[in-house]
């Protein structure tokens, strides 16, 4: 799963949180998250320039009203912005646990049209800065060359020498593949990050030409 979700997370404050409600408003910008998470969303709110127009309201979780007052604070913002009538939400991603199906249910008494703005996530996520452009080009690269220098060598040798091989072994061997070629790319470990583990099948039918 790569939901929009965490990646708009990521594009705006560099981490992805998890049971956290954000709401973008006309003019404000509405947070409600869990204490620690607040306060680290608050101290990245205190750094904001000025000249940012919208302002930021954090909101730490209550876990004595299952955040009913938190709930009607938000629902207030999103009603007092534009007309109040129509909200956008990434709809097609279903949210799980209490927190998710308590602002389910108090956002389906609002009365609130809710529309699906999952195509307009992604057209905002598609754009990229020139560092974003140049690390995703690195990566690509990184990921070809570890097919090329690692599981078409690796899998040609075990048919040649008809040998098999744990494919749990050839998963982790490519991803150490990975962290070797970014080592050799001047890269560090931290600025190279694996998003799901090599996926690699057996048993069918395969074209080995690259």
């Excluded at 699906?116 to 080009?137: C, E, H, M």
Aim: glycine share 4%.
């Amino acid at each position: 799963r790569f939901p929009k979700s965490s990646a708009l997370q990521v594009a705006l404050f560099s981490l992805e949180l998890s049971d956290t409600l954000i709401a973008l408003c006309d003019e404000n910008i509405v947070i409600l998250a869990a204490s620690k998470k607040a306060r680290l969303i608050q101290s990245m709110v205190s750094s904001i320039d000025k000249a940012f127009k919208y302002e930021v309201h954090v909101l730490t979780r209550d876990k004595t009203d299952k955040d009913a007052a938190n709930f009607a604070k938000v629902i207030d913002f999103l009603k007092s912005s534009k007309k109040g009538e129509k909200i956008g939400s990434n709809i097609k991603e279903k949210s799980e646990g209490s927190f998710a199906a308590g602002w389910d249910a108090a956002l389906k008494a609002t009365g609130l049209v809710v529309s699906d703005i999952s195509n307009g996530i992604s057209d905002v996520l598609a754009v990229k800065t020139s560092d974003q452009l140049k690390s995703i080009r690195e990566g690509s690269s990184i990921a070809v060359q570890a097919v090329r220098k690692y599981v078409i060598e690796e899998i040609l040798n075990l048919i040649d020498d008809k040998k098999e091989k744990d494919m749990v072994a050839l998963m982790e061997g490519v991803e150490d593949k990975i962290f070797q070629l970014a080592k050799d790319s001047h890269l560090s470990e931290t600025d190279m990050e694996v998003i799901t583990p090599p996926i690699l099948q057996s048993g069918g039918t395969y074209d080995l030409k690259y």
